[in-house]
């Protein structure tokens, strides 16, 4: 019985030390949402607008974060959006209003961004203004199924692109 509970006392420690290691933390992010009142499009269709709103902006702010995991941790990432047009197209008129999503319909996004080093200098800043007219081309949909799924494999393409000398290897 002694050497059962010194045996399980051994691997509670090892499995602690190996799942209580000091992780690498992602960078920092700071996104600001610039007058979002005027931004292309980002109704809600039949869903309350401001809470529609207030969960695409957290969805997104997510996103920006699971990004930013692929810089060091000594860096922060600043984001300004300006403008968002989602996928789709909202059609009002009658009782519903439905997105609709076609082609015709891309994913638009305007912000700025800057990525800072420790010591607040900054490495890289840039305005874009990313869109991807053949978000419904292909099968490269990782969020398929899942919330602004056009719209995050967009920004991941965008990121990939943007921070390939900066990401973690």
């Not at 529609?52 to 860096?75: A, D, G």
């Not at 912000?111 to 081309?137: H, P, R, V, W």
Request: a positive charge; charged letters at 30%.
């Amino acid at each position: 019985m002694i050497k059962s509970f010194k045996i399980l006392l051994a691997i509670s420690v090892l499995c602690g030390a190996v799942f209580l290691q000091p992780s690498a933390e992602a960078a920092e992010v700071s996104i600001t949402w610039t007058d979002p009142d005027k931004y292309r499009d980002i109704f809600a269709g039949n869903e309350n607008k401001k809470h529609f709103r207030k969960n695409t902006f957290k969805e997104l702010e997510k996103h920006f974060s699971l990004l930013s995991k692929k810089l060091p941790e000594n860096q922060t990432l600043e984001i300004e959006v300006t403008n968002i047009d989602l996928a789709g197209d909202v059609h009002h008129g009658g009782i519903n209003q439905v997105r609709i999503v076609k082609d015709i319909y891309f994913p638009r996004f305007e912000f700025s961004f800057k990525l800072l080093n420790a010591d607040g200098m900054t490495i890289l800043a840039k305005k874009e203004k990313i869109n991807d007219m053949g978000f419904m081309n292909g099968v490269r949909l990782k969020y398929r199924n899942r919330k602004l799924s056009y719209e995050k494999q967009m920004l991941d393409d965008w990121f990939t692109k943007t921070f390939e000398n900066y990401v973690i290897k």
